[in-house]
């Protein structure tokens, strides 16, 4: 497969955060870019726009960048939506998910190649294993509503190389590097594009004891868990005031 024209829609997961890159736009790379580099190696006049921002729900996704990625004509097109909406304290799944059927329904009919995402599996992990029930049945809707629309799904919650906590940022809640690029296989492999990209090695994780894994849950709550609570008792956002990385073809 062959596509020129790629536009990436969604949240943190897309725009690449947990894969730091300072040379680029919001000091991140991640998947799409990956895949990016991937689908322009060969097509000299490929394009490539990424309008996701972190932090941001599925309504003001569809809000602020539907839009804007149909006018842009693209032939490929990805989005991850709805996990930000799946973690606040209350949700009606049904009611988002209805909007999310329109959405995928108004890109799909631009007649590009619609990609779309499970949420992953939060079984074991800290907070977000309690919404594991949640995720489970926005993912079954997910694959309902690929399924009408046409759309290549890359299914998250079975990709179990992500049990591995190498494969997640410091924070524990975006991908990391090599998180990143196993999703970049993933969506490249999902399309069938042939690639040359590698699993990242990951490092070796020395055994901790019991107090030393005790005191790094008590700093990861201080300097991740807390100030993302603090952003959703207080409406505000780790996107508030950032732009997206390539609201215009690029080539990277």
Request: overall charge negative; cysteine-free.
């Amino acid at each position: 497969m062959t596509f020129r024209r790629f536009v990436a829609l969604g949240d943190s997961f897309t725009e690449g955060v947990g894969d730091p890159d300072p040379s680029r736009p919001n000091g991140v790379r991640g998947w799409a870019d990956r895949v990016a580099e991937v689908l322009g190696r060969d097509e000299p006049d490929f394009g490539y726009a990424n309008l996701a921002i972190r932090g941001r729900k599925l309504r003001p996704i569809v809000a602020e960048q539907l839009e804007p990625a149909i006018a842009l004509q693209p032939d490929l097109i990805t989005i991850y939506a709805g996990a930000n909406d799946i973690l606040r304290p209350k949700v009606d799944i049904d009611d988002l998910m209805g909007l999310y059927d329109d959405a995928l329904g108004k890109l799909a009919a631009t007649g590009a190649r619609l990609v779309v995402f499970t949420a992953f599996d939060p079984a074991g992990y800290p907070i977000f294993g309690s919404l594991r029930g949640r995720f489970a049945i926005y993912n079954e809707l997910v694959r309902e509503i690929a399924e009408t629309h046409g759309a290549t799904l890359v299914d998250f919650w079975r990709l179990r190389d992500y049990r591995d906590d190498r494969m997640w940022d410091i924070d524990r809640m975006h991908m990391s590097s090599a998180g990143h690029q196993r999703m970049a296989m993933a969506v490249l492999e999902a399309l069938g594009v042939r690639h040359e990209l590698e699993t990242l090695p990951l490092m070796e994780i020395p055994p901790m004891s019991g107090a030393e894994r005790r005191a790094a849950n008590v700093e990861w709550v201080r300097e991740y868990a807390g100030p993302w609570v603090k952003r959703r008792l207080t409406g505000t956002s780790s996107g508030d005031g950032l732009t997206a990385k390539y609201p215009a073809y690029i080539r990277l």
